[in-house]
């Protein structure tokens, strides 16, 4: 029995292979885009989960079935949260990639097509392949897409969706200037194109001003879908996806028949952590400690690795991209195993083989302050013996 | 912007009105497929989550990214617990609801054939109609599917998969025989089409002898779901998939393209509540249990309903099929509501609207034993009315 062809088309799964590398006690990964779980909020969980244990009966509800949209204390304080106006809804989903995936399924029929930046998040480039969409590169400049390519694409493709990061981009960090955000969202209104903002880093800025999101620009032609697993804890699987109710409607049938609702006990911790009088702080403290380490990649790498490449500086979310002047980037990721240190090479990201940049992702996230050097110390020693 | 032909063309909402209005508080549903929430195993849970909210430092993997296949030690115990040999594996899934999803994307492509019991339980036909496969009904007899009209579909239409219920089936009850079993295993594997054994009420047997599974005549052509919503909380989320590896394999790349993988404190939860010394004594007492609520509901609908319809004695599972002798099911179901009791009208089972049996399906393992001939009586009232 053979599996359909979307599926055995999936795009590589080397991503995979680094992962399961990267595992190895020995070995220092700056490739998943884990965060640090020394970070994690424990107090407020701890107390959560000792309130559950010592009044289960009072929790009942938590471990029967529940509503498809999603816990209604969470929902409820979400909305208030994100402002929602009476015309926009919030459905609760099993993780982003629940999300992007629900997207993907909702209004993508096989050969639709869909544009999305170059690079991009490899998750959302298997969840559209999944549907046989027809997708579309953007390339990507220092202050977000290629405007004018944007715009052919959408005068000229049969172009439905346009899905991006634009804050602190995965795998390139990148943040788009708020006149970009302006420009897309006027191109969406203009062509009638369907924004899917991403935002799981946006909350994770550590310097500079924070912008506008795009849909705020372009409302009734945005779904937004924001993590939990980057600011609060990623194996709870939570996040959420806003937008027009019309348009979040055909969504929710779907999770209906994709796996009924999110798992409820964690959307009952996940509403205590982000209702907790510290959350805030929280916050704050995991944007403070993200930029003492991504400093300290920096330094790393400038002291190290310059003469081997350059990247930019970023303001914020958990990765660089490390651009290589000669070397080929998945030659690079394979030997930095050898040395103990994984890294993702830039391929990946690339949903087909055309104009890929040589680049590495670095994560900044997970590692320690000390064990960021050695890692960039170990990924020398791999550069210089290529 | 429009959803796709897929989402649009869903099957009714129907049972969606009528669940929502069995939330009124004074309603009682016979509608829904819950367990009783005051079987819970609350004991262990509450250890369990005591447990965790004492040493949350301990723990901190559960709230980190984890394994698309599933939490290992979970994995480990299904594992031995299902006596699968070396060449077959295991996925952790969001719900029985995510396995169907699953295999309907890893196996069915748009016209791809998939034969399914008439009736049928409606998430399933949902799922399969996502990906606008072709549905094709084989009639339920009193020990299992029609096996003349099964033959005939797997000899000539373009048939890749039969899913089906054998053990006590939703929405009819039906517990397929020993010698049906083994007939359709032998159809399965001389035609070569993947049996997709859904077992989530499997557990729930309070009389007769326990008949081996369809899978077990026919292991390599084989997957089976096993939910933990029946006999532990439907809350969590939490179901298991299991087959020959090769099988498995696009479905492991499927799902994390779909949700990553399934929440990791819930895999944690059960993996405690199987473990504990009492799990077997939970389940049988379940079992009482449900026996109980299923020969008063039997009493009462033979006390006062006998003049309206008939229905088969079940040896397990949640659910009655009462089989209307001149009504028509969707009448009485709205009638029912507004006399304050939730029943499931029959035609919301069948993918096609041709020989629809006129039926309400009853479920008997909600209520409590007093509120269950009150449901009943208010069920009399209402087909009085019609």
């Known amino acids: 029995m053979q599996a359909t062809d979307a599926i055995r088309q999936l795009p590589s799964s080397y991503i995979r292979e680094i992962l399961q590398a990267a595992i190895a006690p020995d070995c220092l990964s700056l490739a998943?885009?884990?965060?640090?779980?020394?970070?994690?909020?424990?107090?407020?969980?701890?107390?959560?989960?000792?309130?559950?244990?010592?009044?289960?009966?009072?929790?009942?509800?938590?471990?029967?079935?529940?509503?498809?949209?999603?816990?209604?204390?969470?929902?409820?304080?979400?909305?208030?949260r994100y402002q929602l106006p009476g015309s926009h809804d919030i459905l609760i989903t099993t993780g982003s990639q629940q999300g992007i995936d629900l997207v993907a399924r909702g209004y993508l029929a096989k050969g639709d097509g869909i544009a999305l930046e170059t690079p991009s998040y490899l998750g959302a480039i298997q969840a559209f392949s999944l549907t046989e969409a027809h997708l579309q590169g953007v390339t990507q400049q220092a202050d977000g897409p290629d405007l004018q390519r944007l715009e052919d694409l959408f005068k000229t493709a049969k172009c439905k969706l346009f899905y991006a990061v634009p804050d602190f981009h995965n795998p390139t960090g990148c943040c788009w200037s708020r006149s970009v955000r302006e420009q897309v969202a006027a191109l969406c209104v203009r062509y009638n194109i369907l924004f899917i903002e991403d935002a799981p880093y946006r909350?994770?800025?550590?310097?500079?001003?924070?912008?506008?999101?795009?849909?705020?620009f372009c409302p009734e032609h945005a779904i937004v879908l924001r993590s939990f697993s980057k600011t609060t804890l990623p194996g709870l699987r939570l996040a959420s996806l806003?937008?027009?109710?019309?348009?979040?409607?055909?969504?929710?049938?779907?999770?209906?028949?994709?796996?009924?609702?999110?798992?409820?006990?964690?959307?009952?911790?996940?509403?205590?952590?982000?209702?907790?009088?510290?959350?805030?702080?929280?916050?704050?403290?995991?944007?403070?400690?993200?930029?003492?380490r991504c400093n300290t990649l920096c330094e790393a790498l400038d002291t190290r690795l310059a003469e081997f490449g350059n990247y930019e500086r970023v303001q914020g979310g958990m990765f660089l991209w490390f651009k290589l002047r000669y070397l080929e980037a998945t030659a690079v990721a394979r030997r930095s195993l050898e040395q103990g240190v994984a890294v993702v090479p830039s391929p990946v990201f690339y949903h087909h083989h055309q104009g890929v940049e040589q680049a590495l992702r670095l994560n900044f996230s997970h590692l320690g302050v000390e064990t960021l050097a050695l890692a960039v110390e170990r990924l020398a020693r791999a550069l210089g013996k290529i």
């Open 32 to 80: 998943g885009g884990l965060p640090n779980e020394s970070l994690f909020p424990f107090e407020v969980l701890s107390r959560t989960f000792s309130a559950i244990g010592a009044n289960i009966h009072e929790h009942t509800s938590l471990f029967q079935y529940g509503l498809t949209q999603g816990y209604p204390p969470l929902v409820d304080l979400l909305k208030t």
């Open 203 to 216: 909350e994770l800025r550590f310097s500079g001003e924070s912008l506008p999101m795009v849909a705020s």
């Open 242 to 292: 806003t937008g027009p109710k019309d348009l979040l409607l055909p969504l929710m049938r779907a999770k209906q028949a994709i796996d009924l609702h999110s798992n409820l006990p964690s959307q009952y911790i996940l509403l205590h952590v982000l209702s907790d009088s510290h959350y805030s702080a929280h916050v704050q403290n995991l944007c403070e400690a993200y930029a003492m």
